[in-house]
Nanobody, 115 residues
Framework: QVQLVESGGGLVQAGGSLRLSCAASGSIFSIANMRWYRQAPGKQRELVAA???????NYADSVKARRSISRDNAKNTVYLQMSFLKPEDTAVYYC?????????WGQGTQVTVSS
């Protein structure tokens, strides 16, 4: 069982930055493939960034130049650094872990970008 707790969301002005954190319980974090998703009101949840157990990363094209995902296996934590935020980045951001084919989700953290 893996439990995920996101933090770092909040209200920020357009052009600003935030760093989201996702702390995972359990001793198998280092082998987990980790992802950040977001869901804006009235829209489907979409993948923002992913990092696998080996540290390889992938990003959605719409955010590639403005996001950086990283992980610290010693702290069981994955991060999402977001820069040059836009109002359209407003959403609930969710952390996702995939371990042995099973998906785990955090409760989400709200990011609101004001214009």
């Amino acid at each position: 069982q893996v439990q995920l707790v996101e933090s770092g969301g909040g209200l920020v002005q357009a052009g600003g930055s935030l760093r989201l954190s996702c702390a995972a319980s359990g001793s198998i974090f280092s082998i987990a493939n980790m992802r950040w998703y977001r869901q804006a009101p009235g829209k489907q949840r979409e993948l923002v960034a992913a990092i696998n157990s080996g540290g390889s990363t992938n990003y959605a094209d719409s955010v590639k130049a403005r996001r950086s995902i990283s992980r610290d296996n010693a702290k069981n934590t994955v991060y999402l650094q977001m820069s040059f935020l836009k109002p359209e980045d407003t959403a609930v951001y969710y952390c996702n872990a995939i371990v042995f084919g099973t998906n785990y989700w955090g409760q989400g953290t709200q990011v609101t970008v004001s214009s």
